[in-house]
């Protein structure tokens, strides 16, 4: 069975310090590896995604993520974060097949 | 702009009730998920489908059903309603997988079972 293990559940950081939110999963298979951000009352969005190519991808509101195969690792990484980056981030983990599993979410709050 | 309308928000039901959840995409997706999100655990995939009519167990199916009849409707059944099930529940809907596509969710329902 698959699973994906998000190491931080509560992040605080101050403005203008650098995030790095680690994610690891376990799944032999070709997998599709997804960051979505959760904003106090609102619904998932995307951040960013990884299927192939370029390891090293960038999403939206300058994050940005590394796939390494060998450590089954995704990070997601921002170099400055923002009080308006306050939120909840999963990772998340799709085989082809149509099978994910998310993380259980890491809580990130900035203080200003 | 891809829209996945959950057509409940908020929802009170009694133990034992049958409950329904709705789920419409209008992008013409293959793929539908239903899951739960409680504080803690993340989201959880109870079921998904991956056409009409067809459907496939997710980690925690028991006490659920699920209906694909339209491709674009995808509906969630709690057949007989307990206390646990009180949770926020999630629609998504996506292309196949293989291209990467990006899955996209709705607003979310919120079922409380007394």
């Known amino acids: 069975a698959q699973s994906v293990s998000q190491h931080n559940h509560h992040v605080i950081l101050s403005e203008a310090a650098s995030l790095e939110l680690g994610c690891n999963y376990s799944y032999g298979g070709t997998v599709n590896l997804f960051w979505y951000v959760q904003y106090p009352g609102q619904h998932l969005q995307l951040l960013l995604k990884?299927?192939?190519?370029?390891?090293l991808v960038k999403g939206i509101k300058g994050f940005e993520a590394e796939f390494i195969k060998s450590k089954f690792s995704f990070n997601l990484r921002k170099p400055s974060v923002q009080w308006s980056d306050t939120a909840e981030y999963f990772c998340?983990?799709?085989?082809?097949?149509?099978?994910?599993?998310f993380g259980d979410g890491t809580t990130l709050t900035v203080k200003p | 702009d891809v829209k996945v309308t959950q057509s409940s928000r908020y929802l009170v039901k009694r133990t034992g009730e049958k409950v329904f959840l709705e789920c419409v995409q209008d992008?013409?997706?293959?793929?539908m998920f239903w899951y739960r999100q409680d504080p803690g655990l993340g989201l959880r995939l109870i079921y998904f489908s991956y056409d009409v009519k067809m459907k496939e167990k997710g980690d925690i199916p028991e006490g659920y059903s699920v209906s694909r009849e339209k491709k674009e409707r995808f509906s969630l059944i709690l057949e007989s309603a307990s206390t646990n099930q009180t949770s926020m529940y999630l629609c998504?809907?996506?292309?196949?997988?293989?291209?990467?596509?990006?899955?996209?969710f709705g607003e979310g329902s919120w079922l409380t079972v007394v």
């Open positions: 992008m013409d997706h293959e793929n």
């Open positions: 998340a983990v799709f085989t082809n097949a149509g099978k994910s599993t």
């Open positions: 998504a809907s996506s292309l196949v997988l293989q291209s990467g596509n990006t899955i996209y």
């Open positions: 990884y299927f192939s190519g370029d390891p």
